[in-house]
């Protein structure tokens, strides 16, 4: 049971930091270079198969880190590392889903309302945070399983 856990955790955890960070890497520095009519369009188009996926995937992964801590097999790492996956899912509802609902809701994106701010700094701001606490989940995922 112990090992399902960990790779469950291990698993979740490594695929959420790694969407994350090809988001900062790639997708990110993309939707910076367009125009803003053009990024409200790409940003409507990249938006739309996140969910449910990613927040089944991270709170997943949060609970398989929790129960495998509770089970002895983890034990601190994944219980940080759980605490981790709940602040990237926090930051996410909390701070980049709100400005996602705010561009999807932008009709036509060669007009835009009047007092349109565009969100990528924001957006970008929110994005590394929980970039990095997914990958801090995934460094202490591992360390749980090479030490469990």
Same mark, same amino acid.
Request: proline share 7%.
């Given at each position: 049971?112990?090992?399902?856990?960990?790779?469950?955790?291990?698993?979740?955890?490594?695929?959420?930091?790694?969407?994350?960070?090809?988001?900062?890497?790639?997708?990110?520095?993309?939707?910076?270079?367009?125009?803003?009519?053009?990024?409200?369009?790409? &940003?409507?188009?990249?938006?739309?198969?996140?969910?449910?996926?990613?927040?089944?995937?991270?709170?997943?992964?949060?609970?398989?880190?929790?129960?495998?801590?509770?089970?002895?097999?983890?034990?601190?790492?994944?219980?940080?590392?759980?605490?981790?996956?709940?602040?990237?899912?926090?930051?996410?509802?909390?701070?980049?889903?709100?400005?996602?609902?705010?561009?999807?809701?932008?009709?036509?994106?060669?007009?835009?309302?009047?007092?349109?701010?565009?969100?990528?700094?924001?957006?970008?701001?929110? &994005?590394?945070?929980?970039?990095?606490?997914?990958?801090?989940?995934?460094?202490?995922?591992?360390?749980?399983?090479?030490?469990?």
């Amino acid at each position: 049971m112990n090992t399902a856990l960990g790779v469950l955790a291990l698993l979740g955890s490594g695929v959420t930091a790694g969407v994350l960070f090809a988001v900062a890497l790639s997708i990110l520095p993309a939707l910076f270079a367009m125009p803003t009519g053009t990024y409200v369009y790409a &940003h409507q188009l990249l938006g739309r198969n996140w969910d449910p996926t990613m927040p089944v995937i991270v709170l997943g992964s949060t609970l398989a880190d929790t129960l495998w801590a509770v089970s002895g097999g983890g034990e601190v790492p994944a219980a940080v590392a759980a605490v981790l996956l709940l602040g990237v899912s926090a930051v996410s509802h909390l701070c980049n889903v709100p400005i996602n609902r705010r561009v999807k809701a932008v009709t036509d994106p060669e007009q835009l309302p009047a007092d349109w701010t565009d969100p990528r700094p924001l957006w970008r701001r929110w &994005h590394l945070l929980r970039c990095a606490l997914a990958v801090a989940a995934l460094a202490l995922n591992s360390v749980a399983a090479l030490h469990g």
